[in-house]
C-alpha cells in the first residue's frame, strides 16, 4: 500500500503545499499561482487540492499530514521582543495580537478544519523544514547543510549535516541577528518590498560602487571570521516597530528611505551594491565554517538567501566545497515539501533511497499542474483565438525562427514550476543577441524596471562555451561571468556614463543576458528532463549559432507566474508579446481578435 505524506506551508507568506508517495515527490505549487494574488499567506486549499488530484487520492489516503513551522514557538520569539522592547513595540503587537489569538495559536485546529483531517499532524522547525527541503531531495548522499534567511521561530540561520536519511542541525544563529532582515532592511530602505523586492536590490548592485561597506560593517554589524555576526538593534525597527529601519539607519545613510516608485539615484546603486557585497562576505565565511565543522565535500542551501543567486556563485567558485545543490523554491514555499520529506523519513522512520544518478530528486522543479493539448485547445475557444496545431519539431523550428526575428514569445509547456523561477514551463522568451530585447521585454512586456537583467537558458553540454561554467545550473541559482573572449570591453566613453545609462551599452555577443558587471544568472537544460524547451534551444542554434535564448518568467509586475492557458492566454493579449506557444500551439498577435477589458488592468498592478 503507497503511503502518502502531505506537506503545508501558511499563513506568513508564499503558501503552499507539496504531496509525497513512498517518498517520491508527485507534485508541489504554491498557493499564489491559483489565486492569482501575489505571495498569497493564505491557507493553501488550492494547492492541496491540486495535490491530492495529481496523486488520483483524498485527504483520508494520507498517513501523515505536516507542517513547516511551529507557530507557539514563533509567538513565544514576537512575544518575548515586544516584552524586550515595551512600551516601544505595543503598535507592532497590537497588530499581530488578534491574528494570532484567532488563527495562529490555534493552528492544529485550522489544519484539521481545512483538511477535514483527524489524523496526525507532524510539526517541524522552520529551519529544519529548509534543512530537509536542502538535503533529502539533493543528489549527495551525505552534505553540509546551510540555511539562511530571515527568521523562522528563533533561528535565523543553521548549520547542518545530513547523512542517508538522518539530518542534524549543529549551529544557529538566533533572532535579531539576522542576514535576511539585514538585506530586507536595504530592500527597504532603497524604496522596495520586502519579502519580493530583495531581488532587485541584489540587480541594482552592479550599478553602484561599494561605498558604504565599511559603514555596515563598523556600524551595523558585528562580523565574526566564522560568518556569525550581531546587530546593532539601534539601526533598525523590525523587533518592535513596522518598519525596517530607524532614524538612526536614516542619519548614519543620509537621508529618508526612498519613496517606492520615485526616481532611482546613485545613493540606491551604491547601497545595493554595499549590502550586496556584505551578504556574499558573510556567505563565504558560512560556507567555509560548515567544511570545517563537517569535513564534507559538498554543500546544500535553502532559506530566502539561498535565492541569492550571485552569492551561490561565489561561493561555488571561492568556496571550500567541490558540489553545490540549492533547493530551487529555497524560500517558505519549499517549507512544505522539507516538512513532508522529514514526516516520512524521521516520524515515519522510511529511509531514503541512496543517490546513484547523480541527479537530484526535483524533476527539474517541474512539480505543478500540466494542461492536455484538448484542456488548452478548449480554452483557447473559450477566448475565439487563432490558432495552429504543430508537431513538435516544425513548432520548435517556428518559434526559433521568430525568436531570430526579435520577436517576444510566451512559452507555456508541461508541468509548471515549483519556486520562484519560470524554467522553460511558464517563461517568456526572446533573443539574447539583441541590443534593444532587455529594455523591450522589461518596459513593454513586464513593465518592470528597466535596469532588471534577464537570464540565459543555454544548453547544458554547451555552457562552458558560453560562461566561465562546466557544471549544470538547472534551476538558475548560480551567476557566472559570461566568457571573455565573447565579452565586448567598454569604451572610456561608455564607462564615463552614468549608472544605469550603461544598460543599453551591448557588452557581449549575448547583450540582452549579460548583466553590466559582464555577469549572468545561468540555467542550463538538459533534454531529458524537459525535452520540447531543449528542442526549441537547439532549434535556434541551428539557426543563428547562438544556444542560447532569454528566459524571464511568464507574467507581468506585481503578478503570479502563470498556471493555467487562460493565465497565459490572457497575459499574451494584455502585453507586446508577439507569439505565444501553449505546446503544442502556436499563436500570433496579429491574428487574435481584439482584446477588451472590463476595467484598465494595469491600474492595478501592484509594486512586486
Known amino acids: 500500500m503507497t503511503g502518502y505524506v502531505l506537506g503545508i506551508s501558511a499563513y506568513y507568506h508564499d503558501s503552499a503545499a507539496a504531496l509525497l508517495a513512498d517518498g517520491e515527490i508527485v507534485a508541489a505549487a504554491q498557493e499564489e499561482r491559483f489565486t492569482r494574488v501575489k505571495g498569497d499567506a493564505s491557507f493553501p486549499d488550492h494547492a492541496v487540492r491540486y495535490c491530492l488530484d495529481t496523486a488520483g487520492i483524498d485527504v483520508p489516503d494520507l498517513q501523515v499530514v505536516g507542517f513547516y513551522d511551529k507557530p507557539i514557538l514563533k509567538f513565544e520569539r514576537i512575544l518575548e521582543s515586544y516584552l524586550s522592547a515595551a512600551p516601544s513595540g505595543f503598535g507592532s503587537f497590537r497588530l499581530a495580537a488578534p491574528l494570532w489569538a484567532t488563527e495562529k495559536l490555534f493552528l492544529d485546529r485550522q489544519v484539521r478544519r481545512a483538511l477535514t483531517w483527524d489524523g496526525d499532524i507532524a510539526y517541524a522547525e522552520h529551519h529544519e523544514s529548509h534543512a530537509a527541503s536542502a538535503f533529502y531531495p539533493s543528489p549527495f548522499e551525505d552534505a553540509a547543510i546551510l540555511t539562511i534567511d530571515g527568521v523562522g521561530e528563533w533561528a535565523t540561520t543553521s548549520l547542518g549535516v545530513g547523512h542517508g536519511s538522518e539530518i542534524e542541525i549543529l549551529q544557529e544563529m538566533h533572532w535579531p541577528d539576522s542576514l535576511g532582515l539585514l538585506y530586507s532592511a536595504f530592500t527597504y530602505y532603497t524604496g522596495f518590498k520586502v519579502n519580493s523586492g530583495e531581488y532587485k536590490v541584489m540587480g541594482l548592485a552592479p550599478y553602484g560602487t561599494p561605498k558604504y561597506v565599511d559603514l555596515i560593517l563598523d556600524k551595523l554589524m558585528d562580523l565574526r571570521d566564522d560568518g556569525s555576526f550581531r546587530l546593532d538593534q539601534q539601526y533598525f525597527n523590525y523587533v518592535d516597530g513596522l518598519t525596517m529601519t530607524s532614524e538612526a539607519f536614516h542619519t548614519l545613510f543620509g537621508g529618508a528611505p526612498r519613496r517606492p516608485e520615485s526616481k532611482l539615484t546613485t545613493r540606491e546603486m551604491d547601497l545595493a551594491r554595499s549590502v550586496q557585497v556584505v551578504c556574499e562576505e558573510v556567505m563565504l565565511r558560512m560556507a567555509r565554517t560548515a567544511h570545517q565543522e563537517t569535513g564534507l565535500p559538498r554543500l546544500c542551501l535553502a532559506g530566502g538567501v539561498a535565492l ?73 475557444r473559450t477566448f475565439g483565438a487563432s490558432y495552429v496545431r504543430l508537431d513538435p519539431s516544425p513548432l520548435a523550428e517556428q518559434t526559433a525562427a521568430l525568436l531570430a526575428d526579435e520577436k517576444v514569445v510566451g512559452w507555456f509547456e508541461g508541468r509548471m514550476e515549483f519556486g520562484p523561477r519560470a524554467l522553460g514551463a511558464r517563461s517568456i522568451l526572446g533573443d539574447p543577441r539583441s541590443t534593444t530585447m532587455q529594455a523591450q521585454m522589461n518596459l513593454k512586456i513586464k513593465f518592470r524596471e528597466g535596469f532588471r537583467p534577464f537570464a540565459p537558458s543555454v544548453l547544458r553540454e554547451r555552457v562552458a562555451e558560453w560562461f566561465e561554467l562546466d557544471q549544470a545550473s538547472p534551476y538558475m541559482l548560480l551567476v557566472a561571468p559570461v566568457k571573455t573572449e565573447r565579452q565586448i570591453p567598454m569604451t572610456e566613453g561608455q564607462q564615463r556614463l552614468w549608472g544605469i545609462e550603461q544598460l543599453n551599452v551591448p557588452r557581449s555577443d549575448i547583450p540582452a543576458v549579460t548583466h553590466i558587471d559582464y555577469s549572468a544568472r545561468v540555467q542550463t537544460v538538459e533534454r531529458d528532463t524537459c525535452r520540447p524547451y531543449y528542442d526549441l534551444i537547439a532549434a535556434f542554434d541551428r539557426l543563428t549559432g547562438c544556444p542560447v535564448v532569454i528566459n524571464t518568467s511568464f507574467n507581468v509586475r506585481g503578478e503570479p507566474i502563470v498556471c493555467t492557458p487562460e493565465d497565459a492566454y490572457q497575459c499574451f493579449m494584455r502585453t507586446d508579446m508577439d507569439a505565444l506557444v501553449l505546446w503544442p500551439f502556436l499563436l500570433h498577435k496579429k491574428d487574435q481578435p481584439v482584446w477588451k477589458e472590463a476595467v484598465d488592468w494595469r491600474t492595478t498592478i501592484q509594486p512586486d
Open 308 to 380: 541569492n543567486c550571485v552569492g551561490n556563485g561565489r561561493v561555488l567558485r571561492e568556496g571550500p566545497f567541490e558540489e553545490l545543490w540549492i533547493q530551487p523554491a529555497a524560500g517558505d514555499a519549499g517549507g512544505a515539501l522539507g516538512v513532508a520529506q522529514l514526516a516520512w523519513h524521521r516520524w515515519l522512520d522510511k529511509p531514503r533511497a541512496t543517490p546513484t544518478t547523480g541527479r537530484d530528486q526535483m524533476q527539474g522543479a517541474r512539480l505543478g499542474p500540466s494542461f492536455s493539448p484538448d484542456e488548452i485547445e478548449a480554452s483557447l
